[in-house]
């Protein structure tokens, strides 16, 4: 919903382009701070003594302040006192607009491909005032022949010192609060979304659901694809050709749309610069039993880019008594011990036995376990800390640190505050909800975390909601499912680079898509919600970053040095490769140069290195607007335009690409997801369809009165016969099928009954459009593949539902075994 998208397979979403236009065109000024290093401003870490009007936000530290001083000096050394009294502010004030947050907009260098100014724009104003006082000094303060060449005539030389955009003239942008109100801050949008921006790391990956770092100083990181294959990364963001670790012929998974099963997790040993141990969490079958498995590998001796796969031991196997919640997070928290968060087991509603796995402490599934791995090269693989809450309790398991949760995706701890520590070792958990709410959690030891008696705040099983001895800790926030089905766990940002999101716990839902924040209020006690929006108009007008991102979040991450990222993918399979991982930037702040630098230790790589390309954007006009104050008055309606002719012939140009790229989209579905309350959904990009007629219905459609089950597509824009959103005919009424649940073995029901050999595809989220004309009929279709219609599969009842139109299913039959797109 809030996402623009590239020429690789996404599609540019129209809400974006015209709130982009809406800024261009309508708003007077829009905020967008810049150095002439095209990177943010800053605080300085030290005190500016020059240019002191910008010591608390600017461009420059305390090196360029002296530079800029000594400049000034020399300029003035060539004036008597009646010159140095009349021209020294003037000249002070032309050198320090490189330290102006604007710098960029005054020397007119936000395109790094064109000229600097030599001297800020001006308005025109000031700059008659400084061509009557001190043309002289002119010379002295710019080399640049025009301004030399201009320097007798006043007022050709103002209009060479005129910017397009009027609103950053010099000194006029000082008293403009919308350009001054809130600056350094994270820019927020009217309804408080936050504005931040990406830096795409990592593309072509195949569900990328774990990235990790060794802290070994190399300041390498690993990503992990769910097929079992793990890919070592350098600082630069090359790839290194020869897997990292490979376990593919051992992980349980498949290509079939929202198999939760597969590599999971991994994490290093805190003491890894010295043991060269990793582990390692995923699925397994072992004869006709599935079982979750948490691995010990170490690192070759002979190439520390490279696991030594015959090292594997197994730490520890649990059953699973179905395919979907098996949890996949595993990590080392500070106090050195190994943490494993699993899934309740499956199905919905944790069903086995009186209590369900997550409130039987005898049962591992639905808990947090705390073990240690340190020192396990002799006896057993792991001990039981003394301290683990259950150790004494008659018929609980040792390992359980924590219980009553459902299935936990992601999990991290809080590095805390860098100058206080504040929050230090918190552990933080998205748990994913059943059918109501998703939540987050701070896992503390011996608690329990309500699943299944409460789902977020809410009773899920009354009768042991009720019970006096349930004794759980609530979530720190949950969320409905109008807003998110999957909730993705991130991390508390710590890092250096973005000073204004330390503290902040920023983390996503896959389904919705939605980036969200929360920040712990220190007068209430309480956790302040805002959601995150990526930057439009030119808010991420900086070189290398994006505004855009597959919606479906997998996973989030964080690098040695503390920066956050998060891996997305488009298409709903293990082994496609459209998975990318994306850096989060704040484009209104950042750390002063220098600052944050580190030399990462040398890497000794023998294997073949990948450089990394970013993947295309759409190409935008290269023509920018040229607005004024005249051309754009305030307007009560966006229809009410008054731009200039050329402005809309680039208004226009930028259309007509909207239009093409809407017109050629090829549609997608969206990735697995590891952690939905039912076999994982897959959600895409809203794309606005036009309604398409019904092309396709079975042999008995024809009939005056449908027989029940009939069904029929409809939505394909080009027409084809073999695809579009499932109707199906139910009760005398036409109706559209959720895609709760949807698979394709529902698919294949439907294909088999329109007379297709292959069900292609399981298609979701309306990617043939919403049959908003219609009633919803179907949900929580659950098929075997040989009924006769869907009818005749599991479902919620004949109209009964709990989703909307944007959910409706759909289809791609065929007759061969492959999509023709």
Not at 68 to 75: D, E, G, H, P, S
Not at 209 to 237: C, K, S
Not at 524 to 545: R, S, V
Request: with cysteine; charged share 25%.
């Amino acid at each position: 919903m809030l996402y623009c998208c590239d020429l690789l397979g996404r599609v540019w979403h129209s809400r974006i382009i015209r709130l982009y236009l809406l800024a261009f065109f309508i708003a007077p000024v829009f905020l967008h701070p810049q150095c002439l290093d095209f990177k943010p401003p800053f605080k300085p870490q030290d005190d500016l003594q020059f240019c002191a009007m910008y010591r608390n936000f600017g461009c420059c530290d305390s090196a360029k302040d002296k530079e800029l001083m000594a400049k000034f000096y020399k300029i003035m050394d060539n004036f008597d006192y009646y010159g140095y009294a009349s021209c020294a502010g003037y000249v002070q004030d032309l050198l320090c607009q490189e330290c102006s947050p604007y710098a960029a907009h005054l020397f007119d260098a936000e395109d790094p491909s064109t000229p600097i100014r030599t001297l800020p724009g001006l308005c025109p104003d000031y700059c008659s005032q400084f061509w009557l006082k001190c043309r002289s000094t002119i010379t002295l303060l710019s080399d640049d022949p025009q301004l030399a060449e201009a320097e007798p005539d006043q007022d050709r030389f103002c209009q060479l010192l005129e910017l397009e955009d009027p609103d950053y003239c010099y000194p006029h942008l000082l008293s403009n609060e919308q350009l001054t109100q809130n600056l350094g801050r994270v820019r927020a949008d009217p309804e408080g979304c936050l504005q931040l921006c990406l830096e795409e790391i990592a593309n072509g990956l195949r569900n990328p659901l774990a990235m990790v770092y060794a802290n070994d100083g190399t300041h390498r990181f690993f990503i992990a694809e769910q097929v079992g294959l793990v890919w070592t990364y350098l600082p630069d963001r090359s790839k290194l050709e020869k897997p990292f670790l490979n376990i593919t012929k051992a992980v349980l998974t498949s290509p079939w749309e929202g198999d939760e099963r597969g590599f999971l997790g991994m994490t290093f040993h805190p003491n890894y610069k010295y043991n060269r141990k990793l582990y390692v969490y995923y699925s397994v079958e072992i004869g006709f039993d599935e079982r979750i498995r948490i691995s010990e590998f170490r690192v070759s001796p002979s190439d520390m880019n490279v696991v030594d796969h015959g090292s594997e031991r197994i730490i520890l196997e649990v059953d699973e008594p179905a395919s979907n919640h098996n949890g996949g997070m595993v990590m080392f928290a500070d106090d050195g011990y190994l943490y494993i968060f699993t899934g309740d087991g499956g199905m919905a509603g944790d069903p086995f036995g009186k209590y369900g796995n997550s409130q039987n402490k005898s049962a591992l599934l639905g808990k947090v376990l705390r073990i240690d791995v340190d020192d396990n090269d002799r006896g057993p693989l792991y001990r039981i800390p003394s301290d683990n809450p259950f150790v004494h309790e008659r018929g609980a398991r040792p390992e359980v640190y924590a219980y009553g949760v459902r299935n936990m995706w992601r999990c991290s701890v809080d590095r805390g505050d860098p100058l206080t520590k504040e929050g230090k070792g918190r552990i933080f958990c998205g748990d994913v909800g059943q059918n109501k709410f998703e939540e987050i959690d701070i896992i503390e030891k011996g608690r329990n975390y309500g699943w299944r008696a409460k789902e977020g705040f809410s009773c899920y099983d009354k009768k042991l909601c009720t019970n006096s001895s349930l004794d759980d800790v609530l979530p720190i926030y949950a969320y409905p499912h109008k807003m998110g089905k999957s909730v993705t766990g991130g991390y508390v940002y710590r890092g250096c680079e973005y000073p204004n999101l330390n503290g902040m716990y920023i983390f996503g839902d896959f389904m919705s898509g939605r980036m969200m924040t929360l920040q712990e209020n220190k007068n209430t006690g309480q956790w302040d919600y805002h959601e995150i929006c990526m930057g439009i108009g030119l808010t991420c007008a900086f070189p290398g970053l994006i505004n855009n991102y597959y919606q479906y979040i997998i996973s989030f991450a964080e690098d040695e040095a503390g920066e956050l990222y998060f891996m997305s993918t488009g298409v709903p399979s293990a082994t496609s490769p459209t998975g990318v991982v994306y850096k989060l930037v704040d484009p209104s702040r950042r750390a002063p140069p220098r600052q944050c630098h580190y030399d990462p230790l040398p890497v000794r790589v023998k294997s073949k290195l990948i450089k990394f390309k970013p993947k295309e954007r759409v190409e935008l006009p290269t023509k920018r607007p040229n607005l004024s104050p005249q051309e754009e008055p305030v307007r009560s309606h966006p229809t009410e335009s008054a731009v200039s002719e050329s402005d809309k012939d680039w208004l226009q140009e930028l259309m007509d690409i909207l239009k093409e790229q809407e017109a050629a989209a090829v549609t997608t579905t969206l990735p697995p997801t590891t952690t939905t309350t039912k076999p994982p959904r897959h959600t895409r990009r809203k794309n606005r369809r036009k309604k398409g007629k019904h092309r396709l219905e079975s042999e008995s459609a024809s009939a005056a009165v449908p027989q029940n089950g009939v069904v029929r597509l409809a939505g394909d824009e080009q027409g084809r016969d073999d695809r579009g959103r499932v109707e199906i005919f139910a009760n005398g009424e036409w109706g559209t099928v959720c895609d709760d649940l949807w698979n394709t073995k529902n698919a294949a029901v439907v294909c088999r009954q329109l007379g297709f050999r292959f069900a292609l595809k399981a298609s979701k989220h309306s990617e043939f459009g919403e049959g908003k004309s219609l009633r919803i009929l179907l949900d929580d279709v659950q098929c075997e593949g040989t009924e006769e219609s869907l009818l005749g599969c599991q479902h919620t009842g004949v109209g009964m539902h709990n989703c909307a139109h944007y959910e409706d299913a759909g289809v791609i039959c065929g007759n061969s075994d492959y999509v023709d797109a």
